[in-house]
C-alpha cells in the first residue's frame, strides 16, 4: 500500500488546502504564463480596505480581520482577481491583459517564432536560463512541452538520468499543505521516483526497454505512449570500491531541525552501508572550508560517525572554496575502475565566492572531467535553492535527491543504494522516431530540462546524462493518433550510452511495432505511471490535463498497486 499511501496523500493535500482564518496572510502573486514574481500588485482585503502591495520578488503580508472573506488583487497590466480568504499562505497567478502582436509580416513573425521556440523545447542543461522564487526558494523555469506535429519532426530526443528530487520536495509541500511552486514539479523525477517491476536486462545486456500503447485517460482522443527502460543491477557485493568525498555545508542557514541535524542523520544511513574496501572523507565548509576527517577506510564507521555528529552550523556559505577542496581530495585518493565521487549537502545558499549558476557550472563541468562525479543532496525550506542544486548535478554527470526526512534517506542510502551512488552507464539519452503514418503528433511529459538541441542530428556526439545499476527509467508520450490507425511500426526507439569506463558508444534499438489497447487492461507499472504523470501535469496547473482531476489520479492509482517490495516508493 505505499505506493498508494503516498500518491494519495500527496494529491489531497497539495491539490487542496486548510480551511482557516488567521490575523495575517501571506503570499506570492506570480505572472500566470511567464510564473515571474509580478512586483507592485496591490492586494486589498474584503470587505476591509486594508491593502498592501507586492514587494520586488512579488511578496505581500497582509493583517486582516475576522470578517474579511476574500483578498482582491490589482495591477494595471493585469486581469483582478478576487480569491476567497481560506488560506494563511497563498500562491496567485494573475493573467495578464496584454494580447499578443500581430504576426502577420516577416519580423513579427520570425520574433514569434523565436518566442515560442524558446516557451516549448528548452534545450538539455539550460536549467539557468530562468529561475523562478518562491518564498526566497528558487527554481529553474521549466516550459511545459507542446505537442509536435510528427509529419515535421518525427524524432524526439532527450537525455536519461536518475535524478528524483522533485517528488520528495513536492511531498515537503504538500505535508506542509502549501502551495507547490509550478517549477518544482519536474514530471519525470516524479514518475521514476517510484518501483516498477519490469524484468531486469538479460546477463549479456545492460538495459532492456518495454513499451505500452493504451487510450488516454484524461483525453478519450488521445492515446499514450509508455517506454521504460530497466538497467542491469549490480549486487552490492560486486559493486566496486568507493572513493567518496562528503561535501558538507555548516553555514548559519543549515541550523535549523530539518537541515544539519537531519544531513548528520542521513549520513549515518550511509556510513553503515559503506564496506572496508572503500574509503570516505569529509569536508565541512561555513566561511572557510576545513577538512574534518582525513581519507578513511569504511570499516572505520565510529571515526567517520564521530566526525559527522562533531559538525554545528554557523557562518556564511563558502561552497565555491569548499567545492574545490573536495575535488582537490576526491581526485588525490582516486580509485581507478572505482565509483569515485563528491556528495554534497546543502540547502543550496552559496553566498561567498562564485554564487551565480553560470559559474558553478563551470567550475564543476571542468572537475568532472577528471573522473569525478557529483551527488547533490538537498535539504531543508524556505531559503532552498533548488536550481542551483540541479544545476550542480547536471554538470557533475551525477544525480540529485532531496532529503525531506529520515525515511527518504533511508530510500536513498539503503534500499536504492546501487542505483543512487553506483552509474552503470554514462551519456545515456534516448531517440523515439515515431511514424507519422500512426501519429500525427506527439507530447513528451516532463524532461522539459533535458531534451536535446534540434540541431544535433548525429546523436552518438551528444552528452546525456548517467543511470545508476537496477534503476528503471520511465518515459511517457500523449499521442494525437492518426484515424484510421493503419497498423504497422508505432516508433522506433533507441538508446544510446556508454557503459561506466568505457569510451565506446553503444546503441541498443528497437522496432515499437504495437496496437493500442484498453487503459484499464494494461500493466499495473502502465497505470501506476500514467497515474503519477497526471498528478504531476494537475501540479503544474497543465492546459494538457483535459478531463484529469485527483479523483481519476488515486482511482488510477488504487487498482495499479502491484508488488511493493519492501515498500521502496517509501512512505508518509
Known amino acids: 500500500m505505499y505506493k498508494l499511501l503516498m500518491l494519495f496523500l500527496c494529491a489531497s493535500w497539495s491539490m487542496s488546502g486548510v480551511a482557516q482564518q488567521?490575523?495575517?496572510?501571506?503570499?506570492?502573486?506570480?505572472?500566470?504564463?511567464?510564473?515571474?514574481?509580478?512586483?507592485?500588485?496591490?492586494?486589498?482585503?474584503?470587505?476591509?480596505?486594508?491593502?498592501?502591495?507586492t514587494n520586488q520578488y512579488g511578496l505581500f503580508r497582509l493583517e486582516v480581520s475576522g470578517s474579511s472573506t476574500h483578498l482582491v488583487f490589482y495591477h494595471p497590466g493585469y486581469a483582478r482577481k478576487f480569491v476567497p480568504l481560506q488560506h494563511d499562505r497563498m500562491l496567485i497567478e494573475l493573467s495578464p491583459l496584454k494580447k499578443i502582436?500581430?504576426?502577420?509580416?516577416?519580423?513579427?513573425?520570425?520574433?514569434?517564432?523565436?518566442?515560442y521556440a524558446?516557451?516549448?523545447?528548452?534545450?538539455?542543461s539550460n536549467l539557468?536560463?530562468?529561475?523562478?522564487?518562491?518564498?526566497?526558494?528558487?527554481?529553474?523555469?521549466?516550459?511545459?512541452?507542446?505537442?509536435?506535429?510528427?509529419?515535421?519532426?518525427?524524432?524526439?530526443?532527450?537525455?536519461?538520468d536518475v535524478d528524483r528530487a522533485a517528488y520528495s520536495n513536492m511531498r515537503r509541500f504538500a505535508r506542509l499543505k502549501q502551495p507547490v511552486p509550478v517549477d518544482a514539479v519536474r514530471i519525470e523525477e516524479m514518475l521514476n521516483y517510484f518501483h516498477y517491476s519490469y524484468p531486469l536486462p538479460r546477463q549479456d545486456s545492460l538495459f532492456a526497454m518495454y513499451s505500452h500503447y493504451t487510450d488516454c485517460p484524461w483525453e478519450p482522443r488521445h492515446n499514450l505512449f509508455q517506454v521504460a527502460v530497466r538497467a542491469k543491477r549490480i549486487e552490492t557485493d560486486s559493486l566496486p570500491a568507493s572513493n567518496l568525498v562528503f561535501l558538507i555545508d555548516c553555514s548559519g542557514s543549515m541550523g535549523t531541525p530539518n537541515k544539519l541535524p537531519l544531513l548528520q542523520a542521513a549520513f549515518r544511513v550511509l556510513v553503515n552501508n559503506l564496506r572496508p574496501r572503500d574509503k570516505v572523507a569529509i569536508?565541512?565548509?561555513?566561511?572557510?572550508?576545513?577538512?574534518?576527517?582525513?581519507?578513511?577506510?569504511?570499516?572505520?564507521?565510529?571515526?567517520?560517525?564521530?566526525?559527522?555528529d562533531y559538525l554545528s552550523a554557523g557562518g556564511a556559505t563558502g561552497g565555491e572554496a569548499a567545492i574545490k577542496m573536495a575535488y582537490k581530495i576526491a581526485m588525490e585518493n582516486f580509485i581507478r575502475g572505482g565509483n569515485n565521487r563528491v556528495i554534497m549537502a546543502t540547502d543550496g545558499d552559496f553566498n561567498v565566492g562564485q554564487t551565480s549558476d553560470q559559474d558553478m557550472e563551470d567550475l564543476i563541468a571542468m572537475q568532472k572531467e577528471g573522473g569525478v562525479l557529483?551527488?547533490?543532496?538537498?535539504?531543508?525550506?524556505?531559503?532552498?535553492k533548488d536550481s542551483k542544486l540541479e544545476t550542480l548535478a547536471s554538470k557533475g554527470n551525477g544525480n540529485f535527491a532531496y532529503i525531506d526526512d529520515l525515511e527518504e534517506a533511508n530510500k536513498v542510502f539503503a534500499r536504492e543504494f546501487g542505483s543512487t551512488l553506483f552509474t552503470i552507464a554514462r551519456d545515456v539519452h534516448a531517440q523515439v522516431t515515431f511514424d507519422p503514418r500512426r501519429v500525427k503528433a506527439y507530447r513528451l511529459l516532463g524532461y522539459e530540462n533535458k531534451i536535446l538541441k534540434d540541431d544535433n542530428f548525429d546523436s552518438l556526439k551528444v552528452t546525456g546524462g548517467i543511470v545508476g545499476s537496477?534503476?528503471?527509467?520511465?518515459?511517457?508520450?500523449e499521442i494525437t493518433p492518426v484515424h484510421p490507425d493503419p497498423g504497422g511500426a508505432l516508433a522506433t526507439v533507441s538508446l544510446t550510452y556508454r557503459p561506466d569506463g568505457d569510451p565506446q558508444t553503444y546503441r541498443l534499438e528497437e522496432t515499437m511495432n504495437i496496437k493500442v489497447t484498453r487503459f484499464h487492461e494494461s500493466s499495473d507499472d502502465?497505470?501506476?505511471?500514467?497515474?503519477?504523470?497526471?498528478?504531476?501535469?494537475?501540479?503544474?496547473?497543465?492546459?494538457?490535463?483535459?478531463?484529469?482531476?485527483?479523483?481519476?489520479?488515486?482511482r488510477i492509482a488504487k487498482h495499479a498497486l502491484g508488488p511493493d517490495p519492501g515498500g521502496i516508493a517509501g512512505s508518509f
Request: hydrophobic share 35%.
Open 283 to 308: 569536508v565541512a565548509y561555513a566561511g572557510t572550508p576545513g577538512l574534518v576527517l582525513p581519507c578513511t577506510p569504511g570499516n572505520q564507521k565510529e571515526k567517520i560517525l564521530q566526525s559527522i
Open 526 to 554: 502502465c497505470r501506476f505511471a500514467a497515474s503519477v504523470g497526471l498528478f504531476g501535469m494537475l501540479l503544474r496547473k497543465s492546459q494538457y490535463a483535459g478531463k484529469g482531476n485527483t479523483d481519476m489520479v488515486t
Open 118 to 124: 524558446h516557451s516549448t523545447n528548452p534545450n538539455y
Open 22 to 53: 488567521r490575523k495575517v496572510v501571506t503570499g506570492a502573486v506570480q505572472d500566470s504564463l511567464r510564473h515571474d514574481p509580478v512586483k507592485g500588485v496591490r492586494v486589498t482585503a474584503w470587505p476591509d480596505t486594508v491593502s498592501v502591495q
Open 470 to 477: 537496477g534503476h528503471c527509467v520511465v518515459a511517457m508520450y
Open 374 to 384: 557529483l551527488t547533490c543532496l538537498g535539504f531543508g525550506m524556505k531559503d532552498y
Open 101 to 115: 502582436p500581430d504576426a502577420s509580416n516577416d519580423i513579427a513573425q520570425a520574433k514569434a517564432r523565436a518566442r
Open 128 to 160: 539557468g536560463v530562468a529561475i523562478t522564487n518562491f518564498y526566497d526558494e528558487t527554481y529553474g523555469r521549466l516550459y511545459e512541452n507542446k505537442f509536435v506535429d510528427a509529419g515535421k519532426k518525427p524524432v524526439s530526443d532527450f537525455a536519461l
